[in-house]
């Protein structure tokens, strides 16, 4: 009998142990659960910041966006200017000395 009691003893101890250890893993998972949905929600959350930073960033240095602000800054459109007869000033054959 004394057997038995000891044995049951264990028995109930060790279920007792069991299903704290159960309460204690469920409550961890719950939390790290809690976790990786906070963790998707700002994943989501940069993911859906990075594209508009994308979209801003095109948007921005499109052709058309940079001519208007230039536009805005005052600058003009370049006028160039190019000479029908070039006169041979920079050639290094040149006959005439203009240092001297």
């Known amino acids: 009998m004394n057997k038995l009691r ?3 003893k264990l ?3 060790l ?6 250890l159960q ?3 469920a409550n961890r998972l719950t939390i790290a659960g809690s976790i990786f949905t906070r963790l998707a929600v700002r994943k989501e959350s940069l993911r ?9 960033i ?9 001519a208007q602000l230039s536009r805005i800054e ?9 000479l029908e007869n070039q006169i041979p ?3 290094g054959n040149s006959t005439t000395n203009v240092a001297r």
């Open 6 to 8: 000891k044995l049951t």
């Open 11 to 13: 028995v109930i101890l």
């Open 15 to 20: 279920s007792l142990f069991l299903f704290l």
């Open 23 to 25: 309460i204690w893993v």
């Open 48 to 56: 859906e910041e990075n594209n508009f930073l994308e979209t801003k």
């Open 58 to 66: 095109a948007s921005a240095s499109s052709l058309a966006q940079i």
């Open 74 to 82: 005052g600058f003009t459109k370049a006028n160039f200017l190019y």
């Open 89 to 91: 000033v920079a050639l």
